[in-house]
Antibody, heavy 124, light 107 residues
């Protein structure tokens, strides 16, 4: 059974850091790119970042560039999102998502599988 | 950045009716457009990819069309479980972007 389980969310103060994790199971993890997508309260979906299947290619939304870092550990079937210098506007449910197709060429792809999300609240 | 515009913002319909949702891109995305269904408290669900291909397990009442800048998601006959928010998303250019969503609610 294909499954993505996020963890690491919580309530933090502005300017601090948080690391999210997404544990994957049920598929060959190192053949798929992985993304983070977020949804702020009452807002729509916003793509945050992607890491290619081999970890060599990483892309970010302008809103998080320089503050967030995506990485993966293919030996642990886990993708991470390191979030630094958090802002109130980063408050959102953060979803990890798996691309539909395999391989480096599919780093940009539709999001086929999604986790249930983890809530991050940035508030003073 | 490619901006996606969805219309209408809200579509009030009854079960059994046909629903037509529109997504327009600020520049061509070829056919690299996907549609998602999202219900409160749940993970989003991929419906269509590459404009007109149904994802695994998606009922045939969902269909997608379009290329370039204009795309349509059609639900031929609304079922009670179809009332949700629908998002389009492009993968032609970085950054990947979503439209603001169309809420399909019960009339």
């Amino acid at each position: 059974q294909v499954q993505l389980v996020e963890s690491g969310g919580g309530v933090v103060q502005p300017g601090t850091s948080l690391r999210l994790s997404c544990a994957a199971s049920g598929f060959i993890f190192n053949t798929y790119a992985m993304d983070w997508v977020r949804q702020a309260p009452g807002k729509g979906l916003e793509w945050v970042a992607v890491v290619s299947n081999d970890g060599d290619t990483k892309k970010y939304a302008d809103s998080v560039k320089g503050r967030f870092s995506i990485s993966r550990d293919n030996s642990e079937n886990t993708v991470y999102l390191q979030m630094n210098s958090l802002r109130v506007e980063d408050t959102a449910v953060y979803y990890c998502a798996r691309t539909m197709r395999q391989g480096v060429a599919a780093t940009s792809d539709a999001f086929h599988m999604w986790g249930q999300g983890t809530m991050v609240t940035v508030s003073s | 950045e490619i901006v996606l515009t969805q219309s209408p913002a809200t579509l009030s319909s009854s079960p059994g009716e046909r629903a037509t949702l529109s997504c327009r891109a600020s520049q061509s995305v070829s056919t690299y457009l996907a549609w998602y269904q999202h219900k409160p408290g749940q993970a989003p669900r991929l419906l269509m990819y590459d404009a007109s291909n149904r994802a695994t397990g998606i009922p045939a009442r969902f269909s997608g069309s379009g290329s370039g800048t204009d795309f349509t998601l059609t639900i031929s006959s609304l079922e009670p479980e179809d009332f949700a928010v629908y998002y389009c998303q492009q993968r032609n250019n970085w950054p990947l972007t979503f439209g603001p969503g169309t809420k399909v609610d019960i009339k």
